[in-house]
DNA sequence: AGTGAGGGGACGCAATCGCGGCATTTCAGT
DNA sequence: ACTGAAATGCCGCGATTGCGTCCCCTCACT
């Protein structure tokens, strides 16, 4: 099975190069250049290994890792551009599996990437499975894998923010999630957006259904309260 | 509920900008201009949430962090002036939440604030677990995870303030509940509304009943003590 | 029978929500 | 790199819903 590994870097060079080594090696390689993408991309379809920066913008590769680690044990490579050991002890502490000075060898990084998917395997994570499952609700089958929703066999075609929301509504069909819940699951902990943001996007998704299906209402608003999903 | 935020700066000129945008937010603050005399007012007086300059006279935002987390889970945000990036992972390792580098925006310091504020909500209380489980009391059926609520098998739409009230009579048949106890439940503590008001209430929560079953009277008036939840 | 608490209708205010629209960011194709 | 389209976040308005209070009448208790 081809693995696929995250890159995550500010620097467009490494990002190339680096990407370029690890294909060459028989890798699958999704890039990134900041944190907050690399977050809702890696949530959205697992990766088997994660490589992080430590500086970036937006969100910096110790906060990445700490939103990873809330639901995964996916393996991570720290990259440090300075010496600085306070950066690598912390890095380690907070849950990394190795790190890597810049700059470094090609070599040197596939040998720990080795190394580390070698470890993981013997571990292998029962919920990193979770994650990317097939969800059926009756007339909904979302496809994390494929980034794919269907509603009564049609095709619904949905944006990474509408999949998310809509996915941990469905999760638990019946159950109230409030706005701060459903920010929670689409874009981590870390963010905050305004509430209003959040009905828009559940009206973009009410209207895409709608659009296939007038009487779509699975999607339900509990005044004072959140969103449901309708149980069936 | 109004939250409180402690603003600890030694610059005036931060202080009260930044305690102007936090008032427009709908925020209460009390700043303080140096470290002891914050944890003076902290202690005497809790706060919701504290924002801290990192360099500070008599006693810094690091040592002032440790003394306030002895005693609590204080969610804490730093101001750093420099870029100084020690100051910063020190901050983190010290258990501080979040930190800001000034120059900051007014906008990005209350996105953090709403982060860090939402978060301390869900870890909050342990009774959580208990808030959230189901309650079952012969016909009556509460499940605050779905806040769906039937009798004898047919559903109820309550809203929020019925639904806490419900089950705080609920939860204990045949217990009187003075008025006062049952605005606790729905409110909090800190809050009070005429007498009138929970009567009110009842009025609505016995008519959503007996629109579904005229002979509901699980719900009983108490002359001149309060209401009491049915003993069956 | 008197007194005061509670039931219930009604009303106005406040909170909440849906949605259109806009500005900015992101991304893919040239 | 440039550009146009898509996605995203946010704002603000109007509409809806919920809430607190008032008032009047009834009923319970003394």
Redesign the pocket.
């Known amino acids: 099975m081809r693995r696929t590994i995250a890159l995550v870097d500010d620097d467009r060079n490494i990002l190339t190069s680096v990407s370029m080594t690890l294909e060459a090696e028989g890798y699958s390689v999704r890039t990134y250049s900041d944190g907050e ?1 690399a977050y809702r991309g890696i949530s959205q379809k697992p990766v088997d290994l994660a490589i992080l920066d430590i500086k970036m913008p937006r969100m910096d590769g110790m906060e990445l890792l700490q939103n990873l680690r809330k639901t995964s044990r996916l393996p991570v490579i720290f990259l440090t551009s300075k010496d600085d050991e306070i950066d690598e002890v912390l890095g380690l502490r907070l849950g990394a599996d190795d790190y890597i000075k810049k700059p470094f060898s090609q070599r040197l990084l596939i040998e720990r990437i080795r190394a580390l998917l070698r470890r993981a395997d013997s571990l292998d994570d029962p919920r990193a499975r979770k994650r990317d499952a097939m969800l059926v609700r009756g007339d909904l089958v979302l496809d994390p894998e494929r980034h794919m929703c269907t509603w009564k066999s049609q095709g619904v ?1 949905l ?4 999949f998310l929301l809509l996915r941990a509504l469905a999760q638990y069909p019946g159950h109230v999630k409030s706005r701060d819940q459903l920010m929670d699951a689409a ?1 981590g902990e870390k963010i905050y ?5 959040i ?5 973009r998704l ?1 209207r895409k259904f709608r659009d296939i299906d007038g009487d779509f209402s699975e999607i339900e ?6 969103y449901r999903y309708q149980d069936n």
């Open positions: 993408e075609q944006t990474v923010t509408e874009y957006v305004d509430d209003r943001t009905d828009s996007h559940i009206k009410r608003t509990l005044y004072g309260v959140g």
